[in-house]
DNA sequence: TATGAATGAGAATTCATTCAT
DNA sequence: GATGAATGAATTCTCATTCAT
């Protein structure tokens, strides 16, 4: 308390030790979450497990609700990074570019499997049913630019109806699949039937 | 105890009781757990909302699973009471046999849309996962007979697969739509569109 | 409700129906008593197992307590009812008296050991501490009037510290030997000891 | 971190005050349990009367269980602390040896005679009749030793069968002039009267 | 800044007792 | 009288959050 003159690192890497600090807390939250699911994910369990003290925790997230924020924010951010928006020429081969739609949603999904499950099973009570909408908004924009350029559209009373058909499918398919069909997901198998059921649907 | 001559059933009072507190507590749980969700049907709110002592909750179900266990079972017999097994003759055009599929299953989620929803919203984390497969059952059956019946069945190599496809995308479909797309639910616009989606997938 | 002539039958054994029913109930205490403890014996469990209504059972006994200090005086007069006022003469041999005192006693605590075990371990707590007291009235009389007729009194400087030392060490000796030796009661090898303990002390 | 010079303990606040909250806790619920009893003794008014949150006492203790076993256990330790095993040599007097035993043990009642009273009238239901049996663990040593070392024990058909008896009466004897005949023990009359109970029983 | 002891509102559940039928 | 449905105070225990050190 007195005089300790040069003794602390000089420069004190205030910021990295609050990153690594949140770094801990999420990956703790983020294995009890996916673990034990939302009820048994308890801040002091995470605060343990994560080897700081619960008053650390609460230095950074003011509740658990913001922590749970947090960790499907970070877990948007990650998948969105995977993605690279689709772009395509009125002129390419519809197929082509539907596919290539499709093979990006998949991979979208592939990024964090277990923590896309948590979060889908939890995340529905807290009044979060935006964020699933958020993750399909690539593939949202890059199916109404395939609308807008085609002059497919016009073929529709509805279109619509038919993007939100064809998103909801696209996502709830995937989304399963990733769960339960896995080998399917590997071999390509799913990325072969989901293009072929949204270029039926379109053409 | 002789000749009483117009025996009304004398309606049990016993039972008659009972079935109405075990109707009024049910009631009050369903209006709570859609409004608020399953963490804030706390049994005391339940018993307060239906306006009978907490004691007689516990009189009727043994616990708050229990409750909830009913909930979700009445609802599923509800379901499952409206619906018609879709049958047809191989001869018939598969466009029909598919768009009566179509209009079964769309009902079989019209019949109770809040606490549908509210049941997919908070069963999965109490690992009812096969609530909603079950639900889906005829469906599959249905479409299940299509594959069998028509000669559709050699054209894929993986039919299961397709199977899972449609029944995912389908069933996916009418869920959210019932809740965010009522107007063409309603007038009929979804029936079209997802008959013209199985129907150009599979054939 | 309206005539019902002589269908009742004359001379209704109110009194007899009321009997039989206490009986029905203090034996279905009794044995949840013994069997579970006087915390799981609940007064609906009570009336269930007597196969009663709960309202019967409190048109009978007041409250709980009531039911147990029932139990607890019906077994404290079948005891003392199997107990012989141990008299005799002064110059009878003391080693007679206190034979027949002692195996007085033993038979007094075999009469219903399961109760008297279980109630030996419930009633301590509700501050009945008198009840084993009571019980041991009638050995307490005899030894007195052994006391008194003898002149083995003048001997001590404090006889009523003898007398609370036999009494004491007779009872727990015999309250013990039930429940952990059985076999040493039967054979007898008890009574000698005790009568042996009792007259060395004595004289 | 280097020379601190007079570094007293620093006396680790966080042991101080864990103690102390133990220690206040096990004080109230002690209170509690000889006044009123384990019925009475609820979690809750511990907490109060320890002047706590109830949230506090979980803290230290995981149910209102390993509190009771905490009572028991260091009014266990606290007891044996306070006797000396009775050793001795086969020559000494045999007067003397039983005197000693008498002695030690009439003191190991009366460490806390009310915890011991108020544990002896709560536990037996809780299944834990091991506990008196421990405490009379010592005695039953020294007893025993005295039956191995002297030529006593050949004049017994059934020594086993007489330990019991000492054992027992020796035991109940002790435990009920605590709570009785105060005075006579102060006195050194209970001392005296069983030294004489057990000699003369034993030669 | 990090800590973790302390908190207390609130949740699930039990059970002695009442009273309308 | 007999019944048993209904009651609700009371009990054990949890967990998000605070704050003194």
Redesign the pocket.
């Known amino acids: 308390m007195s005089q300790e003159p040069a003794v602390r690192p000089r420069k004190q890497p205030?910021q990295a030790?609050?990153r690594a600090?949140v770094e801990t807390i999420l990956d703790a939250a983020a294995r009890i979450l996916i673990e034990e699911g939302l009820?048994?994910?308890?801040?002091?369990?995470v605060s343990e497990r994560a080897g700081?003290?619960?008053?650390?925790l609460?230095?950074y997230f003011?509740?658990?609700?913001a922590l749970v924020a947090e960790l499907a924010h970070r877990h948007k951010q990650e998948t969105l990074a995977a993605v690279k928006e689709v772009t395509f020429t009125p002129d390419e081969p519809i197929q082509n570019i539907i596919r290539r739609i499709v093979r990006n949603h998949i991979r979208l999904h592939s990024v964090d499997p277990e923590m896309h499950i948590a979060l889908a099973r939890e995340l529905p009570r807290l009044g979060v049913m935006d964020w699933h909408e958020e993750l399909n908004h690539d593939i949202y924009k890059s199916l109404r630019k395939l609308f807008d350029a085609h002059p497919l559209t016009a073929k529709y009373a509805n279109p619509d109806l038919v993007l939100f058909i064809l998103r909801t499918s696209v996502e709830a398919i995937i989304h399963k699949a990733i769960i339960e069909r896995d080998s399917d997901v590997r071999s390509g198998a799913l990325e072969d039937e989901l293009t072929r059921l949204v270029s039926s649907y379109l053409v």
């Open positions: 205030v030790r609050s600090m009820d048994d994910m308890t801040t002091n369990r700081i003290g619960i008053g650390s609460y230095q003011p509740n658990k609700q």
